[in-house]
């Protein structure tokens, strides 16, 4: 018997696309499966005002495959220099579709990130009033702090303080890596939570044991397998805060297997059949729609994708190694097991 299963086309509300060469290589392997996607504003340098913003997506209009049905979703970057006209200008106008937030150094390219988050308060207030979402990369940076800590810390110290001072403030976790950010996602009114496909597949030992896996080097960098499984539940229970963010974020070959590796994992290529997988092995096949598909689009309230996605079960899937642009290789992310979920 094929087991096959038709969703809605699913969005990716987490996704680095990078400029230039690397964009042109990339893009495709996300307008294959998805509609729409929130682009991470982290380019060298950053996209920071509404004209940046405009700018960003007529080179990815212009660089989409010619069949492509994708709609880029664009998003600020915030720094401290933010004018909240130029936000609210470009909400308005439906440029944007949120702001993101990096403390300064927490990740790639986050130097021109937030230091003192007083100097962003009337940029958030502003949103606020405005409904406009803050994605926060919610991880602190102070260097005594352990970097498995460092996203639990910033929820105490940070999010929840920003919170309790911008009321209605709606804010999306990206990435979330821990039970914490599970627990505290499902505290909170107005909060939602992007997870990643490779968190939910590989814990710290995957990037530990046995020698240095570069390619599961990311950030938040993953923690103990009891996260990894309180993530799992939280995708997989149809409870519509949580939803995907693939944070697909392509490095180079020679950038990621360096003795300064950068941070980031390639998922664009074969998320769906991963997560296909992975909710199959949590006999939650049934939520797989929502969330990839509906939990999205009801947070940022937009309408679902009209068409749809069909996965099939069959023989392992073969996808390439790599993704190959001018740039130098990009590795896909390899779960380390047989997939056998495809998309047609
Ligand atoms: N996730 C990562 O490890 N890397 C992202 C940045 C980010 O999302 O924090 C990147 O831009 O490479
Ligand atoms: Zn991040
Ligand atoms: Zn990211």
């Not at 004018?83 to 944007?96: K, Q, R």
């Not at 929820?155 to 990435?175: K, N, Q, S, W």
């Not at 229970?237 to 974020?249: C, E, I, Q, V, Y």
């Amino acid at each position: 018997m094929t087991q096959s299963l038709t969703l809605r086309r699913p969005d990716d509300w987490h996704l680095h696309l990078r400029d230039g060469a690397m964009l042109r290589a990339v893009l495709p392997e996300t307008t294959r499966h998805f509609g729409r996607a929130i682009i991470m504003p982290n380019l060298v340098p950053p996209v920071v005002t509404g004209s940046d913003a405009a700018a960003y997506r007529d080179r990815i209009t212009d660089a989409l495959p010619a069949d492509a049905d994708f709609t880029p979703l664009m998003t600020l970057y915030l720094t401290e220099q933010t004018d909240p006209d130029d936000v609210a200008a470009a909400a308005e106008s439906g440029l944007i579709s949120a702001v993101k937030l990096y403390p300064a150094g927490a990740t790639t390219n986050s130097a021109s990130g937030v230091k003192d988050f007083d100097k962003v308060r009337a940029v958030l207030e502003r949103m606020a009033e405005i409904g406009l979402p803050l994605c926060v990369h919610g991880e602190v940076t102070d260097p005594d702090i352990d970097i498995f800590d460092r996203e639990a810390v910033f929820i105490d110290r940070v999010l929840d303080p920003i919170r309790r001072a911008t009321p209605g403030l709606r804010t999306v976790m990206e990435h979330i890596t821990t039970s914490n950010g599970v627990d505290y996602a499902k505290s909170q009114d107005n909060l939602g939570a992007t997870i990643t496909t490779h968190h939910l597949i590989i814990n710290r030992n995957h990037i530990l044991v046995g020698g240095i896996k570069p390619h599961y080097y990311c950030l938040p960098v993953a923690k103990r397998e009891e996260h990894r499984l309180a993530l799992r539940a939280a995708a997989t229970s149809g409870d519509a805060r949580f939803f995907l963010g693939t944070d697909s974020a392509p490095h180079t070959d020679p950038n990621k297997e360096n003795s300064c590796g950068c941070a980031g994992c390639f998922t664009a290529t074969n998320t769906m059949s991963l997560l296909a997988h992975v909710f199959e092995e949590e006999d939650a096949l049934d939520k797989l729609e929502g969330f990839t598909s509906l939990n999205g689009p009801a947070f940022y309230g937009l309408p679902v994708n009209e068409t749809t996605l069909t996965l099939t079960k069959g023989e392992a899937i073969v996808i390439p190694e790599k993704i190959i642009s001018e740039e130098g290789p990009v590795t896909v992310f390899d779960p380390g097991f047989p997939v056998n979920w495809h998309v047609s």
